[in-house]
DNA sequence: CGGTCTCTTGACGGAGTTCAAAGCTAGTGG
DNA sequence: CCACTAGCTTTGAACTCCGTCAAGAGACCG
């Protein structure tokens, strides 16, 4: 029992819920701690989602491949985020999605048969990810109308103050793909804005 | 008690979750049962999103009205969906959108205090709105990688495939703000495609 | 019948894409 | 330690999709 990889999920979690001992301890059991490398792949379409992840440190991303080969990002996934292609996790129904590691990157990992029993042993957990879905919802909304309201170089400066972190770590290529523009367009866009 | 309006929520339910006659009952209770008219607003930006509307058949819609006048349609909610501004409604903050019947829509609501008594009581309700949101994220993400990948002509198709029945009911406008384009645009995109 | 709202059509403009070529990095192997 | 490759980024020119503005045509309603 590695308790104190397992602490910054237990923090995370006690935001919104209480735990007790008991439940802390099952936490630990059930979530599973690795150490993923900058471009490893968790999760291939055609195969089914095993995982949940919780992100303690680094960045994953969440993006389609499309036929035609190019990626579409639909989420950079950094610290204190859930991974996931839910449809496939709750499913159990191959992924058309992709979770890559963008940096080094250190997750706590949950499969569907123990989520399940963690969820029917102990309501609180029921609870929490209720919660947790719930805020993940509020804030998908929250980019479906900056998508629908704002323009790429819009986007951008915001993409930038929400995630700072990422501009150094990301190539632009990502950058471009979650903002739903070519790379091309991206690179003129950074010039414009440098330039001033 | 009307218990035949509540038996169309009640069948939704037990799609997910199970549920005893104490249960069924209570949701009679915490849930009322309102009929509103095209074009009426049940939630105004700048109010607190008082409810959790669930449809039992019309069509709402959920928005946002921006300063210069524009509407910016996140969700078409047809019968058996559930519509709020949930940021609004979980935190008590003003809301920024506006949710508005499409035609004639008859709907149940529920509070939030009673919302908050409802999942305390009964556990069984707090896994079915986790299915719930869990749902309404996966179709959150299938709609994302739709306006990544898609020309606009090509979401139109979809959009009609989707929605049959909205295209009788719904304004050229609210479609085109759904699809996020201008009404000009889609009208010649529909002149272009009836041609072929 | 007049007024308002929605839909259509046209001409023009601009945001963003495509394709191609060249410059940069960074990793890899000899 | 250097040379080589492969992927990422930049830049240019042409092109397309879609937006803007303006005007007219229908539809609905008092």
Redesign the interface.
Known sequence: MVRHKHQGLIDNITRYVDLNDIEKEEICKVFQYVKVNNGEIMSHPGNICKYQHFVLNGCLKLF?S?IDGRD?I?HFLPEQWWAS???SY?NQYPSEMMIQAVIDTEILQIEKKNFDKL?KEF?VF??F??II??N???A??????E???LSARERYLNFMESFPMLIQHVPLKDIA?YL?ITPEYLSRLRNQIVKK
Chains 1, 2 share one sequence.
């Open positions: 389609y499309a579409h639909l292609d839910l449809y709750f969820l309501p029921e609870s990810f209720r879905y719930q993940a919802l509020c998908q909304h929250k980019k479906t109308i998508t629908l309201m793909s739903g």
